[in-house]
T-cell receptor, first 114, second 114 residues
Framework: AQSVTQLGSHVSVSEGALVLLRCNYS??????LFWYVQYPNQGLQLLLK??????LVKGINGFEAEFKKSETSFHLTKPSAHMSDAAEYFC????????????FGTGTRLLVSP | NAGVTQTPKFRVLKTGQSMTLLCAQD?????MYWYRQDPGMGLRLIHY???????AKGEVPDGYNVSRLKKQNFLLGLESAAPSQTSVYFC?????????????FGPGTRLTVT
């Protein structure tokens, strides 16, 4: 069965610093991976998705993620953090068991300080 | 386009009471989902529907029932609420379950059971 693991329940950065949120996956078939963002008191919004077309995926708000098969990773990065990036970020994988559904990681809360 | 809407936004129930959460989408999506979100556990799928008149169990279905009488609506019912059902509930919808699909989320319902 497919699964994702997010390392670090909280990540703190200063405004302008690099953002790196980690996600490792487990899958016996080529995975389809997503990053979602949840701003306070809101639903989830798609940041980006990997569907095997390109290993470097660019998303909204300056975020990108690189699929690395050798490391079974799909880490999310942004070169320069903004205060508005403070949110919870979820990695997710499509599970192929009959009906294809998303399985989410436990989330990483990004804190941005001035 | 309102996207995915959820009613109510907040609710407090006493143990043993019942309630229904309503999800509506105006994107003509076939698939709809109910998740619960608990701290440190990410999102877990409760029930889902692949079309009008169909429902299926997800990862954590016990204590919940659902109905999809109209394509645009997906109802989640709690027949006898328990404190363990205190959570934030999210509804989502998608066009298909294909490998490049995207789920669109509602703003959530915060439920407290005392």
């Amino acid at each position: 069965a497919q699964s994702v693991t997010q390392l670090g329940s909280h990540v703190s950065v200063s405004e302008g610093a690099l953002v790196l949120l980690r996600c490792n996956y487990s899958s016996s078939v080529p995975p389809y991976l997503f990053w979602y963002v949840q701003y306070p008191n809101q639903g989830l919004q798609l940041l980006l998705k990997y569907t095997s077309a390109a290993t470097l995926v660019k998303g909204i708000n300056g975020f990108e993620a690189e699929f690395k098969k050798s490391e079974t990773s799909f880490h999310l990065t942004k070169p320069s953090a903004h205060m508005s990036d403070a949110a919870e970020y979820f990695c997710a994988i499509v599970m192929n068991t009959g009906f294809q559904k998303l399985v989410f990681g436990t989330g990483t809360r990004l804190l941005v300080s001035p | 386009n309102a996207g995915v809407t959820q009613t109510p936004k907040f609710r407090v129930l006493k143990t043993g009471q019942s309630m229904t959460l309503l999800c509506a989408q105006d994107m003509n999506h076939e698939y709809m989902y109910w998740y619960r979100q608990d701290p440190g556990m990410g999102l877990r799928l409760i029930h889902y529907s692949v079309g009008e008149g169909t429902t299926a169990k997800g990862e954590v279905p016990d204590g919940y029932n659902v109905s999809r009488l109209k394509k645009q609506n997906f109802l989640l019912g709690l027949e006898s609420a328990a404190p363990s059902q205190t959570s934030v509930y999210f509804c989502a919808s998608s066009l298909t379950s294909g490998l490049t699909y995207e789920q669109y989320f509602g703003p959530g319902t915060r439920l407290t059971v005392t």
